[in-house]
């Protein structure tokens, strides 16, 4: 899972990111920040920021805001859209920041996107201050793990988050170990569980459409069977009136640094 791959399938359509995708996040970006505690005197940094929504809740909350992200599509609309915060292209694995840089640092669904996680939680550690925090998330519903299992077989596997490389960080205790073996103190390891809700069938699979894996499958077995694939998902759990509910559940660690 390369940067620059990364960073051009994740520009496919920053302002459809932005406005079908990201949006429905928000519940676990609060959550996220509430767990956090950002405030006033916090410099924060999201890492794999997207289009900056949780850059601009932050900001919102009256911290000093930085986001971060492979994707220079994500980071024009985050620029233009988010004027309070400062983005930075760069990579998860090679933080562009000195030691200590930020009180608060949120990875949120981007860890499994570094080819050396180990490498990627040990630059969230370097660049949090002593006695800030970090929080991270990644996606860990059963109705993920079965989306991404059709999706990802139609994309080249050196374009999706390879989940077998080590230990699933889906599975309760490996991403708050992965944060222990930074040395960082695991705070807490719970869940942050809602539900995605589309207005069709139409509408949930254009909502999957920006996202980096699902461009890379639409490249590599073209649009039909991408879609072919969304429908067969997303149909048995369209409600009788046509709207759709989608079950998604993140695994957060909020860890502390010594
Ligand atoms: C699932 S999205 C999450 C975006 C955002 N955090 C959110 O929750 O809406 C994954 C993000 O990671 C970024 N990304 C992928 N590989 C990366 C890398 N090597 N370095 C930095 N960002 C990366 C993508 O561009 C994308 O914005």
Excluded: M
């Excluded at 080819?115 to 800030?132: C, I, K, P, Q």
Aim: hydrophobic share 45%; charged share 25%.
């Amino acid at each position: 899972v390369s940067r620059a791959t990364q960073g051009e399938l994740w520009s496919v359509d920053p302002a459809g990111w932005a406005a079908r995708t990201e949006a429905l996040d928000r519940p676990l970006l609060e959550a996220v920040l509430a767990r956090l505690a950002a405030g006033p005197g916090d410099r924060v940094l999201d890492v794999g920021c997207g289009t900056g929504l949780l850059c601009a809740l932050a900001a919102r909350r009256g911290a000093e805001v930085t986001g971060l992200d492979a994707a220079p599509g994500l980071l024009a609309h985050a620029r233009a859209s988010v004027p309070a915060a400062t983005f930075t292209e760069g990579d998860l694995e090679a933080l562009p920041f000195a030691d200590g840089a930020f009180t608060a640092v949120t990875a949120v669904n981007v860890l499994p996107y570094a080819d050396d996680r180990r490498r990627a939680a040990a630059e969230l550690a370097r660049v949090t201050r002593a006695g800030g925090r970090v929080v991270a998330t990644v996606g860990a519903s059963p109705d993920e793990q079965e989306s991404a299992a059709l999706i990802d077989p139609l994309a080249p596997p050196a374009d999706v988050p390879d989940w077998e490389r080590g230990p699933d960080l889906r599975e309760p205790g490996v991403l708050a170990a992965l944060l222990a073996g930074a040395g960082l103190d695991v705070v807490d390891d719970g869940e942050i569980a809602f539900a995605h809700e589309h207005a069709d069938v139409d509408r949930a699979i254009a909502a999957q459409l920006p996202a980096g894996p699902v461009e890379a499958a639409v490249r590599h077995s073209g649009r039909a069977a991408v879609e072919a694939a969304l429908r067969t998902f997303f149909i048995p759990r369209a409600r009788p009136d046509g709207s759709v509910r989608q079950p998604v559940a993140y695994r957060t660690v909020v860890a502390s640094k010594r």
